[in-house]
């Protein structure tokens, strides 16, 4: 993949009575955090359409642990989209809110390369649905389900194995992967410069910013 141009959203931390001024940031595309006391908050985003697969905003609430979302039908946040931080997830968010301190705007753009990193393919448990091995066996790769490729967990659900070390069995010194054009559905739908993505280049890399190369931010 080459390099892409990615502009994410920049998190700020607003308090409950600057409601309407964490709605406009997150209608410029930023992502705010409302407080409304110490353990209550509240991840505010555009609510995001159908197809959220991509959508940045959906891709932090999963880092939250949540799939689902409300779409606020009166009040200062009208039309977007929200979550109830989880109460194991306060010190994330605070964290998202202390590294984007220094950025101005709502968006930051970055350019990201993901020969360059792989991070996404280290440290990570990618679960495998019916689909995904269908496609491994349509695709003349049955054995991709099972081990040494993937193993049971103890709730039934298949994942790939991971090497000792921590990388996936499919990732190469190159950075590239092995089954490309066979990955599981939740490697191709995993996008740039989500939380995760974030996540994974500063556990891994120490990019705690997420990018080797900023694109006309300073």
Not at 8 to 13: N, Y
Not at 60 to 69: I, N, T, Y
Request: charged content about 30%; some cysteine; proline content about 5%.
């Amino acid at each position: 993949m080459p390099t892409a141009r990615i502009d994410r959203p920049v998190v700020r931390s607003f308090i409950a009575k600057y409601e309407k001024n964490a709605a406009a940031w997150a209608k410029r595309g930023g992502h705010a955090i409302v407080w409304y006391s110490d353990k209550s908050a509240r991840l505010v985003v555009r609510a995001p359409k159908e197809s959220h697969v991509g959508d940045l905003g959906y891709w932090a609430m999963l880092d939250l642990g949540k799939s689902s979302w409300r779409v606020a039908m009166d009040g200062a946040l009208l039309g977007l989209g929200f979550i109830t931080v989880p109460a194991d997830c306060m010190d994330i968010v605070r964290g998202w809110c202390t590294r984007d301190s220094i950025h101005e705007g709502p968006t930051r753009a970055l350019e990201l390369d993901c020969l360059e990193c792989g991070a996404c393919c280290r440290s990570n448990e990618v679960i495998l649905s019916r689909v995904d091995i269908k496609r491994f066996r349509d695709g003349g790769r049955p054995e991709l389900a099972k081990l040494p490729s993937a193993r049971r967990r103890k709730d039934g659900k298949l994942v790939l194995r991971l090497l000792s070390g921590g990388d996936c069995r499919n990732l190469g010194r190159d950075n590239k992967c092995a089954i490309y054009t066979l990955r599981p559905a939740s490697c191709s739908d995993f996008p740039m410069g989500s939380e995760c993505c974030l996540f994974a280049r500063e556990e891994e890399l120490g990019l705690l910013d997420g990018a080797r190369n900023e694109a006309g931010v300073p």
